[in-house]
């Protein structure tokens, strides 16, 4: 069954840092565009960061400089590590896949990052 | 940046209506345009890609159309579990943006 399973969310303090996990199951990540999706409270969908199959990566104006998005393809996992926390940062976190031209077929269930004092 | 602006953001219905959301991109993305329906507390679901195709065990009563810089999605009859939270996204193979309308909520009348 293709599957995506986030981790690592949590309450953190302004400024402090967290490390989000996605695990895949079903596919390889690594032959794929794997993206980070996120949800503030109440609010839209905000496309946060991408990986391409041959590792570059991209993202959002909101937080490039502050999150690295990377993979490890023996755990066939992602990766996204937040620095420099913010209350704007506050959301659920889903990693999709984006399958070529297909738009994002598949979604975890989201984690929940909150950033408050 | 290319924006996207989805309308109306929220939508009073009844089951069987005809419903139709509509989403006009800034500047021309050809036909790079997904739909996704979210319910409360779940992730997104692909409804349509490439702005026109039916995502494999979606029900046909679900369609999209347009190209450049309008875009719509019809619902034929609106059914129960179709109460939600609609979403467009641009997206393009050769470019990592992507961009999220607001969302059209459909409720019930």
């Known amino acids: 069954e293709v599957q995506l399973v986030e981790s690592g969310g949590g309450l953190i303090q302004p400024g402090g840092s967290l490390r989000l996990s996605c695990a895949a199951s079903?596919?390889?990540?690594?032959?794929?565009?794997m993206n980070w999706v996120r949800q503030a409270p109440g609010k839209g969908l905000e496309w946060v960061a991408v990986?391409?199959?041959?590792?570059?990566?991209y993202y959002a104006d909101s937080v490039k400089g502050r999150f690295t998005f990377s993979r490890d393809n023996s755990k066939n996992t992602l990766y996204l590590q937040m620095n420099s926390l913010r209350a704007e940062d506050t959301a659920v976190y889903y990693c999709?896949?984006?399958?070529?031209?297909?738009?994002?077929?598949?979604w975890g269930q989201g984690t929940t990052v909150t950033v408050s004092s | 940046d290319i924006q996207m602006t989805q309308s109306p953001s929220t939508l009073s219905a009844s089951v069987g209506d005809r419903v139709t959301i509509t989403c006009r991109a800034s500047?021309?993305?050809?036909?790079?345009l997904a739909w996704y329906q979210q319910k409360p507390g779940k992730a997104p679901k692909l409804l349509i890609y490439?702005?026109?195709s039916l995502e494999s065990g979606v029900p046909s009563r679900f369609s999209g159309s347009g190209s450049g810089t309008e875009f719509t999605l019809t619902i034929s009859s609106l059914q129960p579990d179709d109460f939600a939270t609609y979403y467009c996204?641009?997206?393009?193979?050769?470019?990592?943006?992507?961009?999220f309308g607001g969302g059209t909520k459909v409720e019930i009348k």
């Open positions: 999709a896949r984006a399958d070529g031209d297909h738009g994002m077929d598949v």
């Open positions: 079903g596919f390889i990540v690594s032959r794929k565009y």
């Open positions: 990986i391409y199959s041959g590792g570059s990566t």
């Open positions: 500047q021309s993305i050809s036909s790079w």
């Open positions: 490439r702005a026109s």
């Open positions: 996204q641009q997206y393009n193979s050769y470019s990592p943006q992507n961009t």
